[in-house]
Structures are given as structure tokens and as C-alpha cells.
């Protein structure tokens, strides 16, 4: 059984950095593109990051993108994503996802903008608040 687990949120202020960590079970990470998304109160859960297996592509949403740095160890089935310069915006729930396997004749860019999760469902998440 396949299984993601979120970790790494907290309150931080603004200018901060956070390092969330997605630690996955039952599956060979490296085969698959793996993807971080958020929940700001009241609204839509929205993309944040992928990255491919081989580490050959990372997507950014432009809401992260050049504060953000997505990686992974292999060794630890971990994938990581790192925020500075967090800004109050940035507060929600993050969640991580097996978005697709690796190869694939999608873009990992097209896969992370276009993943809806099975059934809706999303696990715990962790939680990131910015405030001061």
C-alpha cells in the first residue's frame, strides 16, 4: 500500500524558511513525479511543486517559484521542499502526491497544473502558518 506522509509545517514569520518532507512507503519513489500542493483557508487546493524521477524535471508555481527548491533522497524515500522568504500567503495546509509515474509522454509541469487527487482525497497535510 502505497503512503505519503507530510511533515516539517509550523508558524514562522514572515522571511522565514520552512522545510517540508513527503517520506513515502510502498513505492519506489524514483519511478514516479511526486508533487506538493497547498490549501489556503477558503480556498482551492492549488499546485506548488513536482518533481520527476531522475530529478531531471522541477516545476514551480510562480507563487513559489525563485524563493522554492524541491529535491529528494533516494535513500530515505523523501522528497523535500524548501520555501524562503515565506510571506503570510503562503500559510495552508501542504499535501504531497504521487502525481504520475516516470517516464511519462506528459510534462511534469502539465501533470503537477492538472493533478486532482483520487476521490478528492488528500492525506493529513502539514501545516504552515506565516505570521508575525
Known amino acids: 500500500q502505497v503512503q505519503l506522509v507530510e511533515s516539517g509545517g509550523g508558524l514562522v514569520q514572515p522571511g522565514g524558511s520552512l522545510r517540508l518532507s513527503c517520506t513515502a512507503s510502498?513505492?519506489?519513489?524514483?519511478?514516479?513525479?511526486i508533487g506538493w500542493f497547498r490549501r489556503a483557508p477558503g480556498k482551492e487546493i492549488e499546485e506548488v511543486s513536482c518533481?520527476?524521477?531522475?530529478?531531471?524535471?522541477?516545476y514551480y508555481a510562480i507563487s513559489v517559484a525563485g524563493r522554492s527548491t524541491i529535491s529528494r533522497d533516494n535513500a530515505k524515500s523523501t522528497v523535500y521542499l524548501q520555501i524562503d522568504n515565506l510571506k503570510p500567503e503562503d500559510t495552508g495546509t501542504y499535501y504531497c502526491?504521487?502525481?504520475?509515474?516516470?517516464?511519462?509522454?506528459?510534462?511534469?509541469?502539465?501533470?503537477?497544473?492538472?493533478?486532482?487527487?483520487?476521490?478528492?482525497?488528500w492525506g493529513p497535510g502539514t501545516q504552515v502558518t506565516i505570521s508575525s
Open positions: 510502498g513505492l519506489t519513489l524514483n519511478y514516479h513525479v
Open positions: 518533481i520527476s524521477g531522475g530529478d531531471t524535471t522541477k
Open positions: 502526491a504521487v502525481v504520475g509515474d516516470f517516464p511519462n509522454v506528459r510534462t511534469t509541469s502539465a501533470m503537477c497544473r492538472s493533478f486532482v487527487a483520487p476521490s478528492g482525497n
